[in-house]
T-cell receptor, first 115, second 114 residues
Framework: DTGVSQDPRHKITKRGQNVTFRCDPI?????LYWYRQTLGQGPEFLTY????????KSRLLSDRFSAERPKGSFSTLEIQRTEQGDSAMYLC?????????????FGPGTRLLVL | GDSVTQMEGPVTLSEEAFLTINCTYT??????LFWYVQYPGEGLQLLLK?????DKGSNKGFEATYRKETTSFHLEKGSVQVSDSAVYFC?????????????FGTGTRLTIIP
């Protein structure tokens, strides 16, 4: 079990640039979640996928944000025209939908700094 | 909507002291409750969970009991170690919304001094 991986671990960009993050879930997991964590706060839900279908998006996810999960495997989160307020840690989690309560397993996160 | 309120930190204790981190919640359905821990430089890890009222979750000497009457899920440990220094997050997921997204508290930073 290799766990959830995220790439890159750190990203520094200038305001107005586009950035893309990748998440590789645990291989048999069919659910994938994205969260955002700002300094001193707990993670906040952004969106989630069941297999390749994006089933819910938070109000936090503005039109500049888009997420995909082609073929129900890895996922990408893209932020267009970044703003300083986008600086945060972006966390990915995966889980296996089953009859019993699922447990989400988190990756190490991608820390974004927008200058 | 759902929310989690947890004890503000930072909390500093001496090794072998008793630990309590308070957590209360508001939910419209029948939530499951979790404690996650974030060690320095690492990702979030599930510490323990409880899925229904009066359940007790336990792991690594930590315990928390799901109290529906007080809407609480306080984290306790009888004797803390330096290696327990981390940030602790209380969270809930509410099955009533059809997915199990987690709603987190703001986190409590715990430092244990030798």
């Amino acid at each position: 079990d290799t766990g959830v991986s995220q790439d890159p671990r750190h990203k520094i960009t200038k305001r107005g640039q586009n950035v893309t993050f990748r998440c590789d879930p645990i291989s048999e997991h069919n659910r994938l979640y994205w969260y955002r964590q700002t300094l001193g706060q707990g993670p906040e839900f952004l969106t989630y996928f069941q297999n390749e279908a994006q089933l819910e998006k938070s109000r936090l996810l503005s039109d500049r944000f888009s997420a995909e999960r082609p073929k129900g495997s890895f996922s990408t989160l893209e932020i267009q025209r970044t703003e300083q307020g986008d600086s945060a840690m972006y966390l990915c989690a995966s889980s296996l939908l089953a009859a019993s309560q699922e447990t989400q397993y988190f990756g190490p996160g991608t820390r974004l700094l927008v200058l | 909507g759902d929310s989690v309120t947890q004890m503000e930190g930072p909390v500093t204790l001496s090794e072998e002291a008793f630990l309590t981190i308070n957590c209360t919640y508001t939910a419209t359905g029948y939530p499951s409750l979790f404690w996650y821990v974030q060690y320095p430089g690492e990702g979030l890890q599930l510490l323990l969970k409880a899925t229904k009222a009066d359940d007790k979750g336990s792991n690594k000497g930590f315990e928390a009991t799901y109290r529906k009457e007080t809407t609480s899920f306080h984290l306790e440990k009888g004797s803390v170690q330096v290696s327990d220094s981390a940030v602790y997050f209380c969270a809930l997921s509410d099955l009533g919304f059809g997915n199990e997204k987690l709603t987190f508290g703001t986190g409590t930073r715990l430092t244990i001094i030798p």
